[in-house]
């Protein structure tokens, strides 16, 4: 039983590029929620989707987007890159997102913006 | 806010002997859900347990068990036995609506 796949592991771009991440939930899982973790702090929810729509977004700009795929995996996409956006990406996968339904993490994507 | 408060910021354990991780958190909900994670040093968030705020016993999943006292909002996670391989981050964290929301995280190093 595949886990959540991430691609690319790790990623290196210019300030003002563009980048796309991409995610494959875990199998049987049709919820996908990104997060991101700056170095030395907890993950912080940046939007989820389910069946296709994004269901809800966390204080990040429009820069940040998403889509869902009718096969239920993701892509992550930022635009117009900051230093700031340097960080480990964490895409995570759920069946539903209530009561015990833990969500279930991929190993992530590390970026770093120069 | 729906704050997760995580109050060590580091611990350290003798191998094979138990430690508490403690994890507090603010909500005005009746229902709701808490979680540990473990992240080592290979960054994936590997989900440790759950206890749901209408469980009736406190969660246990083999090594880890929650100690949940709802009346003062806290879930400190205990780890008995403790194994090297236990060397990691450890955060806590509460569904606040569709998402999770996580705290600060503690680093747990396990001595031999």
């Known amino acids: 039983d595949a886990g959540v796949t991430q691609s690319p592991t790790h990623l290196i771009k210019t300030r003002g590029q563009q980048v796309t991440l991409r995610c494959s939930p875990k199998s049987g899982h049709d919820t996908v929620s990104w997060y991101q973790q700056a170095l030395g702090q907890g993950p912080q929810f940046i939007f989820q989707?389910?069946?296709?729509?994004?269901?809800q977004r966390g204080n990040f700009p429009d820069r940040f987007s998403g889509h869902q795929f009718p096969n239920y995996s993701s892509e992550l996409n930022v635009n117009a890159l900051l230093l700031g956006d340097s960080a480990l990406y964490l895409c995570a996968s759920s069946l539903g997102t209530s009561g015990r339904n833990s969500e279930y993490f991929g190993p992530g994507t590390r970026l770093l913006v120069l | 806010a729906q704050k997760i408060t995580q109050t060590q910021p580091g611990m350290f354990v003798q191998e094979k002997e138990a430690v508490t991780l403690d994890c507090t958190y603010d909500?005005?909900?009746?229902?709701?859900?808490l979680f540990w994670y473990k992240q080592p040093s290979s960054g994936e968030m590997i989900f440790l347990i759950y206890?749901?705020?209408?469980?009736?016993q406190n969660a246990t999943e083999g090594r880890y068990s929650l100690n949940f006292q709802k009346a003062r909002k806290s879930a400190n996670l205990v780890i008995s036995a403790s194994q090297l391989g236990d060397s990691a981050m450890y955060f806590c964290a509460r569904r606040g609506g569709n998402k999770l929301v996580f705290g600060a995280g503690t680093i747990l190093r396990v001595k031999s």
């Open positions: 909500t005005s909900d009746q229902s709701y859900g």
């Open positions: 989707y389910y069946e296709e729509e994004e269901r």
């Open positions: 206890q749901g705020s209408y469980d009736e």
